[in-house]
């Protein structure tokens, strides 16, 4: 009579078991971590803005000393330079010369020019915090 012998068994892959356990361990861990990176991600974005605003103003206020001030309104400032006139304004949330699309600052809502003692000032937002010297007339 002849008998077949079971194959020995290889046990060289993954048990079910031993997928669930890793894929516990990487769910928990990564439901740990997500949090922590929103919050780094608006920390990030931030100190980004905060300093984009500063170069804004520092290119407004280059911008406005090469080029003769014509008017300063409440909300706008109109100049020139040798070719064409431009306006400072506020454009869906963006501070922009017009004609042309040259954007200074995103995400603003207000700005209130004015010109005390010879400087040109630019509020932002009416924040008393945002004031700054932008110009000198003259």
Do not use: C
């Not at 780094?40 to 984009?52: G, R």
């Not at 520092?58 to 080029?67: G, K, S, W």
């Not at 431009?86 to 004609?99: F, R, S």
């Not at 020019?113 to 924040?127: A, P, R, S, T």
Request: aromatic content about 12%.
């Amino acid at each position: 009579m002849l008998y077949i012998l079971p194959k020995e068994r290889s046990y060289s892959g993954y048990s079910l078991l031993e997928m669930m356990l890793a894929l516990m361990i990487v769910s928990v861990s990564t439901m740990a971590i997500t949090p922590l990176l929103k919050t780094v991600i608006k920390l990030y974005q931030l100190q980004k803005y905060d300093y984009q605003r500063d170069i804004a103003i520092y290119q407004l206020q280059i911008t406005l000393a090469a080029n003769d001030i014509i008017e300063i309104k409440d909300d706008e400032i109109i100049y020139q330079n040798a070719r064409n006139e431009y306006t400072l304004h506020i454009v869906n949330n963006k501070l922009i010369a017009q004609p042309g699309t040259l954007i200074y600052i995103y995400g603003i809502e207000e700005v209130y020019f004015w010109e005390e003692k010879g400087i040109v000032y630019v509020q932002l937002d009416n924040d008393e915090d945002q004031i700054y010297p932008i110009a000198y007339e003259k």
